[in-house]
């Protein structure tokens, strides 16, 4: 069968005329403008406009060349079939050739741009939002699995009434019966927490930012549950008791390498495997390994004192060892060079009203000061030695309940005064890096919290506020 002469007969109508003997030499290259790169093995066919059943395939070689020779005169449909092509649910391109003479006819092929590719697929211009595409698959043996529900997630900001608010939007759908899955409506340059299940099977929390063109190929694995018991101190203020925390865990396999920007190593650097509480420091030369990881795709997280934080997808995929380097920014560089030396007399309301709840002293706080004395390269480090708190692996927070002996609820985290969801899904270190902090506030008993940072749930709140802080300390 030539499934891309589907349309060719629409496309071309005319047939030639005249004598066959006239023979030449077709032959281009098959780019893919999304990617930037030439395709390889990519199946170009050539047929006849008039007789569709008439035709010749060949392979494109690593530099996305392909060549056919021996062409007889006529009209002929050139185009390709990859899975580039098949992801996105969307026909070859197709080019109109007419053989005349013997001289040798070049006719390139390219996968159209993104701007096109979206507005193709989505029906919208890139301005509206991007495209996210792939196949669901399974994690254990990399097979495609249809069927697989996928859903992304993003933090949103929005004026309605000369008011600021923060939801949620969401985009939810599953994969096709060839595995194939495509997400509209994506914010462009924004952090996406994304995830995939299908019955018992399912990804971890995948975080990525959507590029600047408006599309992204992306694939997510997906593979079975497995958790383990861990036992960790029950309150943070005491080392006497301990609750027990399951956690995901499995035989996959995950090294790589933390470098500053001119290559060189960076030593020390904390590398943590998110949902797990996995972490491992990375050597001398700058490598680091971790062992006993859940299969699927999942996130993870590098660290620097003074270095810019970075989020990385990963996929952990059975038999196999998954690499991941990352390369850390020092965050000097980001600085202004006029440095501060003095503390500001006027300051924003927000942070006055914090002062004045510190002086009040009724929860725990954090000024720019103790901060800085910390030298904290997560949020929950912050709350290692906070009675009431349980820091449970992975960096999630816990508030004793008022209700039962050694009971724990989720606290309410706002930021920057507006409340925010998503503390079930992602921990608190992954929400928010504790460079950007100016100050923090947490309240562990409900009958502590302010007015405006209560909530139904009876459980206490962290309140955030970020910001650039008058002055900094770097190792």
Same mark, same amino acid.
């Given at each position: 069968?030539?499934?891309?002469? %589907?349309?060719? %007969?629409?496309?071309?109508?005319?047939?030639?005329?005249?004598?066959?003997? &006239?023979?030449?030499?077709?032959?281009?290259?098959?780019?893919?403008?999304?990617?930037?790169?030439?395709?390889?093995? =990519?199946?170009?066919?050539? &047929?006849?406009?008039?007789?569709?059943?008439?035709?010749?395939?060949?392979?494109?070689?690593?530099?996305?060349?392909?060549?056919?020779?021996? +062409?007889?005169?006529?009209?002929?449909?050139?185009?390709?079939?990859?899975?580039?092509?098949?992801?996105?649910?969307?026909?070859?391109?197709?080019?109109?050739?007419?053989?005349?003479?013997?001289?040798?006819?070049?006719?390139?092929?390219?996968?159209?741009?993104?701007?096109?590719?979206?507005?193709?697929?989505?029906?919208?211009?890139?301005?509206?939002?991007?495209?996210?595409?792939?196949?669901?698959?399974? %994690?254990?043996?990399?097979?495609?699995?249809?069927?697989? /529900?996928?859903?992304?997630?993003?933090?949103?900001?929005?004026?309605?009434?000369? =008011?600021?608010?923060?939801?949620?939007?969401?985009?939810?759908?599953? *994969?096709?019966?060839?595995?194939?899955?495509?997400?509209?409506? #994506?914010?462009?340059?924004? *952090?996406?927490?994304?995830?995939?299940?299908?019955?018992?099977?399912?990804? @971890?929390?995948?975080? $990525?930012?959507?590029?600047?063109?408006?599309?992204?190929?992306?694939? !997510?694995?997906?593979?079975?549950?497995?958790?383990?018991?861990?036992?960790?101190?029950?309150?943070?203020?005491? +080392?006497?008791?301990?609750?027990?925390?399951?956690?995901?865990?499995?035989?996959?396999?995950?090294?790589?390498?933390?470098?500053?920007?001119?290559?060189?190593?960076?030593?020390? %650097?904390?590398?943590?495997?998110?949902?797990?509480?996995?972490?491992?420091?990375?050597?001398?030369?700058?490598?680091?390994?971790?062992?006993?990881?859940?299969?699927?795709?999942? /996130?993870?997280?590098?660290?620097?004192?003074?270095?810019?934080?970075?989020?990385?997808?990963?996929?952990?995929?059975?038999?196999?060892?998954? !690499?991941?380097?990352?390369?850390?920014?020092?965050?000097?560089?980001?600085?202004?060079?006029?440095?501060?030396?003095?503390?500001?007399?006027?300051?924003?309301?927000?942070?006055?009203? $914090?002062?004045?709840?510190?002086? #009040?002293?009724?929860?725990?706080?954090?000024?720019?000061?103790?901060?800085?004395? *910390?030298? =904290?390269?997560? +949020?929950?480090?912050? $709350?290692?030695?906070?009675?009431?708190?349980? +820091?449970?692996?992975?960096?999630?927070?816990?508030?004793?309940?008022?209700?039962?002996?050694?009971?724990?609820?989720?606290?309410?985290?706002?930021?920057?005064?507006?409340?925010? @969801?998503?503390?079930?899904?992602?921990?608190?270190?992954?929400?928010?890096?504790?460079?950007?902090?100016?100050?923090?506030? =947490?309240?562990?008993?409900?009958?502590? &919290?302010?007015?405006?940072?209560?909530?139904?749930?009876?459980?206490?709140?962290?309140?955030?506020?970020?910001?650039?802080?008058?002055?900094?300390?770097?190792?």
């Amino acid at each position: 069968m030539w499934r891309i002469l %589907a349309t060719s %007969a629409l496309l071309v109508g005319a047939t030639s005329a005249g004598a066959q003997d &006239v023979r030449t030499t077709v032959s281009g290259t098959v780019y893919d403008s999304v990617g930037r790169r030439y395709l390889d093995s =990519a199946l170009v066919q050539l &047929v006849r406009a008039d007789r569709p059943g008439e035709g010749r395939t060949v392979s494109s070689d690593a530099n996305g060349r392909f060549r056919f020779d021996g +062409v007889a005169e006529g009209n002929w449909i050139l185009g390709f079939l990859h899975p580039a092509l098949d992801s996105l649910g969307i026909p070859s391109p197709l080019v109109q050739v007419r053989v005349r003479e013997p001289q040798p006819i070049r006719a390139n092929l390219t996968v159209p741009s993104p701007a096109t590719l979206v507005k193709r697929v989505c029906g919208f211009p890139v301005d509206s939002g991007g495209l996210w595409y792939g196949y669901t698959r399974s %994690a254990v043996d990399g097979r495609v699995l249809p069927e697989v /529900t996928v859903q992304a997630q993003w933090s949103r900001i929005r004026v309605v009434r000369n =008011a600021v608010t923060r939801d949620i939007p969401e985009v939810k759908g599953p *994969s096709d019966e060839e595995g194939s899955f495509r997400h509209c409506y #994506m914010p462009l340059d924004e *952090s996406v927490v994304a995830r995939a299940w299908r019955d018992a099977d399912s990804s @971890g929390v995948v975080t $990525f930012t959507m590029p600047a063109g408006g599309l992204l190929r992306r694939d !997510i694995y997906v593979a079975p549950v497995e958790m383990v018991d861990r036992r960790v101190p029950a309150d943070s203020g005491s +080392v006497d008791s301990a609750i027990v925390v399951p956690l995901r865990t499995g035989d996959g396999r995950l090294v790589g390498r933390v470098t500053r920007p001119g290559g060189q190593p960076l030593k020390g %650097a904390r590398l943590r495997f998110l949902e797990t509480g996995l972490e491992a420091v990375t050597s001398d030369n700058g490598y680091f390994g971790l062992d006993s990881l859940p299969l699927g795709s999942h /996130t993870v997280d590098a660290r620097a004192l003074g270095y810019i934080s970075a989020l990385r997808p990963v996929d952990i995929i059975g038999g196999k060892t998954a !690499i991941v380097d990352f390369v850390l920014d020092n965050r000097q560089v980001f600085l202004d060079t006029v440095k501060v030396v003095g503390r500001r007399v006027v300051d924003t309301p927000q942070h006055q009203d $914090f002062l004045r709840r510190q002086r #009040m002293g009724l929860g725990r706080f954090w000024d720019e000061d103790a901060l800085e004395k *910390s030298r =904290a390269l997560y +949020v929950s480090d912050l $709350f290692r030695m906070t009675p009431g708190v349980n +820091v449970l692996p992975g960096g999630r927070l816990l508030f004793r309940a008022l209700s039962g002996f050694q009971q724990y609820c989720m606290p309410t985290l706002f930021l920057d005064g507006m409340r925010m @969801g998503g503390l079930e899904d992602l921990p608190l270190d992954a929400l928010v890096n504790v460079q950007d902090i100016r100050a923090m506030e =947490a309240y562990t008993r409900g009958s502590q &919290v302010p007015a405006q940072f209560q909530t139904m749930t009876g459980c206490g709140s962290i309140v955030i506020w970020t910001g650039a802080r008058t002055r900094r300390q770097f190792q």
